[in-house]
């Protein structure tokens, strides 16, 4: 075939099509032959999908159904016939993980011990009533957080004695390092809801370093020679931890900055970073990308990197890897369907909605579509201080023609319309 071609010389069809055919003496299956895609690589090789079907019972499933849960993964139940092999569970949700309710609001969250693959994050959905408080603790592990509605009011202090209180709003993030103590309470007039993702996949909300318990199983001798008050002094103290719980709602913001030191005692770098308000790393007709990492704009944030991504209606995030960390994905507004690829070959398609969980191992080719009538929101999420990616279309752009001809057979004139540098997003 010359090089010239924009497209490969169709190749006959399948040897296992055609024989099918003429055994099954089956227009049908001889019309969908005639239709399929010759030459271009699945379904006539390997045979993939429902349309390499020989029968028309060869494709149906008439076991016991589950409809409704059926409906919302329809690449799952008839994937593209480009899937092949298979991968590791790379979908979940905070949609049917169990909520932990109490007085002041709930909580649910996704560990490794749900969702193996997801070594490096693990994430909780977390809403906190107008006044409703998570009580003061520290962890581990580092805490990154994103507000998906309402204001939080966040307080925390640093190594060196420094502290913060500010008020996060929609689309706004904070990132506490490990071990600096925090508490969390939800600003009126209705609190507000957030996702946490802790730099361990391990991490769990149930097994926070809560003050309520320090200070319940410590004695009362100690207590008093530590504060300097007497013993009694702390006869009322809960002696079950209060996790989540009501309390009044905060008075003014600067009243409780003024109570803290005010500026003169802040931070050098703030924990807090208003995501929704900076100006788009990249926009095209495809939608947009908000870039937050320590090297750029959210300096704190030294070990959790994000990227918000905006698709327009059938827009594409596209085709791309991240060469320094794993990714976790949040979905919060619209439907998406994702396929990963991995070597094998191996790939997979999932289909995603508000609520959902994605997970791509470090340096997986995936990409990502708008399959639905609204705007696709999504964060995507590292364990990493630099955020990275490598776009196919930069470097297939970026490597002299003649070596991607050789390699895809395909012209240069096809070659030289690829997008050129990083588009991030696509239009459809």
Do not use: C
Not at 163 to 180: I, K, S
Not at 274 to 296: E, F, H, W
């Amino acid at each position: 075939m010359s090089r010239q071609d924009d497209l490969p010389t169709p190749s006959p069809l399948s040897r296992r099509v055609m024989l099918g055919a003429a055994t099954l003496g089956s227009a049908g299956l001889a019309a969908r032959a005639l239709a399929a895609p010759r030459g271009f690589g699945n379904p006539d090789a390997p045979a993939e999908g429902r349309i390499n079907a020989a029968i028309p019972g060869a494709a149906s499933n008439p076991g016991p159904q589950n409809p409704a849960l059926a409906a919302q993964f329809p690449n799952t139940g008839n994937p593209p016939a480009t899937d092949i092999n298979g991968l590791p569970q790379f979908w979940a949700s905070f949609n049917n993980a169990h909520l932990r309710q109490q007085s002041g609001g709930w909580a649910r969250q996704v560990t490794q011990d749900d969702f193996a693959i997801s070594t490096e994050i693990s994430g909780v959905n977390m809403r906190l009533s107008a006044g409703g408080i998570r009580e003061m603790h520290w962890h581990q592990q580092a805490e990154w957080a994103f507000v998906s509605n309402g204001t939080i009011r966040i307080t925390v202090l640093d190594t060196k004695g420094r502290a913060q209180v500010a008020d996060v709003n929609a689309g706004g993030l904070w990132y506490f390092p490990a071990g600096l103590p925090h508490s969390l309470q939800g600003v009126g007039p209705d609190g507000g809801e957030f996702i946490l993702a802790f730099d361990n996949g391990r991490s769990s909300e149930f097994n926070t370093l809560l003050l309520t318990d320090w200070i319940a199983h410590t004695p009362p001798e100690v207590l008093a020679k530590n504060f300097q008050v007497p013993a009694d002094a702390f006869r009322n103290i809960p002696l079950d931890n209060l996790w989540i719980f009501q309390a009044p709602e905060p008075g003014p913001l600067a009243s409780d900055q003024q109570e803290v030191g005010g500026s003169a005692n802040l931070p050098p770098e703030s924990f807090v970073f208003d995501l929704s308000g900076m100006k788009p790393t990249r926009t095209t007709a495809g939608g947009s990308v908000r870039i937050a990492n320590s090297v750029t704009n959210f300096h704190a944030s030294k070990t959790v990197a994000v990227a918000e991504v905006r698709l327009r209606p059938g827009g594409l995030r596209e085709m791309h890897w991240h060469p320094n960390a794993d990714e976790w994905q949040y979905y919060v507004e619209g439907q998406a369907r994702m396929t990963v690829f991995n070597t094998g070959p191996k790939a997979q398609t999932e289909d995603f909605r508000p609520g959902d969980i994605g997970y791509i191992p470090k340096a997986l080719g995936h990409y990502i579509e708008n399959t639905g009538p609204d705007e696709l929101v999504f964060l995507e999420i590292f364990r990493t201080a630099e955020y990275q990616e490598i776009s196919l279309n930069d470097w297939l752009t970026r490597t002299p023609k003649a070596m991607v001809q050789a390699t895809l057979n395909i012209s240069a004139d096809t070659i030289a319309r690829f997008p050129r540098g990083i588009p991030d997003v696509l239009p459809g």
